[in-house]
């Protein structure tokens, strides 16, 4: 959830780099622009990281779906559950087609956010389920602007470029229900 994707892509370089020292053959393509590339590392860096992120939005929207005491805040994390849902799956159908395969469990960083959330009720989990959705929502987008010209493969580049306009919506809907908490606790 806190990791960037920038993490992921220096691991990605790490992996190469170790792995041309040791002269070990990976499963390697052309894009069409005749670069050579590594389908398993980027791909499945890449995706991890995104199937990591809509496990914990849905955790989470399904957490404030019932716990949350605002009407806006149920709304939202439902919401958060319905879009993060159609985006696993869409990773999920490009996992398969590259051959990679996918957590179907939260991170033990993420499964301590739902846990230390469920323990809150009423206002205050709504400012704090609030508030960690807008700051995570913000680090993704930054994340996927700052990643998807990077990305070699069309696919890949396209589901994350039409991700940007979801997250920017989410982002923005986030900062006007967390603002309305703040003027009616």
Same mark, same amino acid.
């Given at each position: 959830?806190y990791?960037? #994707?920038?993490?992921?892509?220096l691991?990605v370089?790490a992996?190469?780099?170790?792995?041309g020292?040791?002269g070990?053959?990976?499963?390697?393509?052309?894009?069409p622009?005749?670069?050579?590339?590594?389908?398993?590392?980027?791909?499945?860096?890449f995706?991890?990281?995104?199937a990591?992120?809509?496990?914990?939005?849905i955790?989470?929207?399904?957490?404030?779906?019932k #716990?949350?005491s605002?009407?806006k805040?149920?709304n939202f994390?439902s919401?958060?559950?319905?879009?993060h849902?159609k985006?696993?799956r869409?990773a999920?159908? #490009?996992?398969? &087609?590259?051959?990679?395969s996918?957590?179907? &469990?939260?991170?033990?960083?993420d499964k301590?956010k739902?846990d230390?959330?469920? &323990?809150?009720?009423?206002?205050?989990?709504?400012?704090?389920?609030m508030?960690f959705? #807008?700051?995570?929502?913000?680090?993704n987008?930054e994340?996927?602007?700052?990643?998807v010209?990077?990305?070699r493969?069309?696919d890949?580049?396209?589901?994350?470029?039409s991700?940007?306009?979801?997250?920017?919506?989410?982002?923005?809907?986030a900062?006007?229900? &967390?603002?309305s908490?703040q003027?009616?606790?």
């Amino acid at each position: 959830m806190y990791r960037m #994707l920038f993490v992921g892509f220096l691991m990605v370089v790490a992996l190469n780099f170790s792995t041309g020292m040791a002269g070990a053959q990976m499963d390697v393509q052309s894009d069409p622009s005749g670069s050579t590339l590594d389908s398993k590392a980027d791909t499945q860096t890449f995706l991890t990281i995104a199937a990591e992120e809509q496990q914990v939005a849905i955790a989470l929207g399904q957490l404030a779906a019932k #716990l949350a005491s605002s009407e806006k805040v149920k709304n939202f994390g439902s919401k958060m559950v319905e879009d993060h849902k159609k985006v696993r799956r869409e990773a999920e159908e #490009l996992a398969s &087609k590259h051959k990679v395969s996918l957590p179907t &469990k939260l991170t033990p960083e993420d499964k301590k956010k739902v846990d230390e959330m469920s &323990k809150l009720s009423g206002y205050e989990f709504d400012r704090a389920y609030m508030t960690f959705t #807008l700051q995570n929502h913000e680090t993704n987008l930054e994340e996927f602007q700052r990643h998807v010209d990077t990305m070699r493969y069309p696919d890949l580049r396209e589901w994350f470029s039409s991700t940007l306009p979801v997250l920017r919506a989410h982002r923005d809907q986030a900062r006007l229900v &967390k603002n309305s908490l703040q003027t009616n606790p």
